[in-house]
Every structure is written in structure tokens, then in C-alpha cells.
Nanobody, 125 residues
Framework: QVQLRESGGGEVQSGDSLRLSCAASGRTINPYGMGWFRQAPGKEREFVAAIRFSAGSSYYADSVAGRFTISRVNAQNAVYLQMNSLKPEDTANYYC??????????????????WGQGTQVTVSS
């Protein structure tokens, strides 16, 4: 069994920064990629960012491009999300996900095989 555990969420003010972390544990996996999604109350889960583990190629939602940076540590099956210039609309529960195949686009949640429980990010104005 594979577990993904997120950490680093919290309550901040508009313009502040946070760094989310996610590490895989349990059964060893070889992620094709890992990503971050978020879900705000009353809204659908949406793509935030993803990274391809082998090449390090990264992908971002338009709403976070230029403010968020995703990175990974291959040996640890870990992924990080540096979030700068946070806005109240970034408030959501942030989920880490891992995919072991190249099926579906990185922004498509259907392509991910493992999910974390989420970490809450709250940004006040």
C-alpha cells in the first residue's frame, strides 16, 4: 500500500508564502509524475501543478503560474510546492497525487493513482 502525506499548510495573509511538502511511503513506487490539486468549499477539485519525475518538466494552472513552483526529490519520491504571493482565492485543501503511467494529461485527475489526505491552506485578505 502506498501513502502520500502532505504537510506545510496553514493560515497566512495575502501576499505571504507557504511551502507544501508531500512524501510517499509504504510500498515502493516509481512515479511517472506527481502533482498538486486543490479543492475549495463548494467547488470541484482543480489542477494546480505537476512535475514529470524523469525530466523534471513542470506544468502549472494559469491561475498559479509565476507564483507557484513545483519541485521534486526523486530518491525520496517527494514533491514540494512553493507558493508565493498568495491570494485569498488560493484558499483550499491541497492534495498531493502520484501517477505511475503516462495516461491522461498532467492536469487530469483521472491519470493519478495515489492521493494524499490533503492539507488546508487559508489565505486571508
Amino acid at each position: 500500500q502506498v501513502q502520500l502525506r502532505e504537510s506545510g499548510g496553514g493560515e497566512v495573509q495575502s501576499g505571504d508564502s507557504l511551502r507544501l511538502s508531500c512524501a510517499a511511503s509504504g510500498r515502493t513506487i516509481n512515479p511517472y509524475g506527481m502533482g498538486w490539486f486543490r479543492q475549495a468549499p463548494g467547488k470541484e477539485r482543480e489542477f494546480v501543478a505537476a512535475i514529470r519525475f524523469s525530466a523534471g518538466s513542470s506544468y502549472y494552472a494559469d491561475s498559479v503560474a509565476g507564483r507557484f513552483t513545483i519541485s521534486r526529490v526523486n530518491a525520496q519520491n517527494a514533491v514540494y510546492l512553493q507558493m508565493n504571493s498568495l491570494k485569498p482565492e488560493d484558499t483550499a485543501n491541497y492534495y498531493c497525487a502520484a501517477k505511475v503511467k503516462s495516461l491522461y494529461a498532467y492536469s487530469d485527475s483521472r491519470g493519478y493513482d495515489y492521493w494524499g489526505q490533503g492539507t488546508q491552506v487559508t489565505v486571508s485578505s
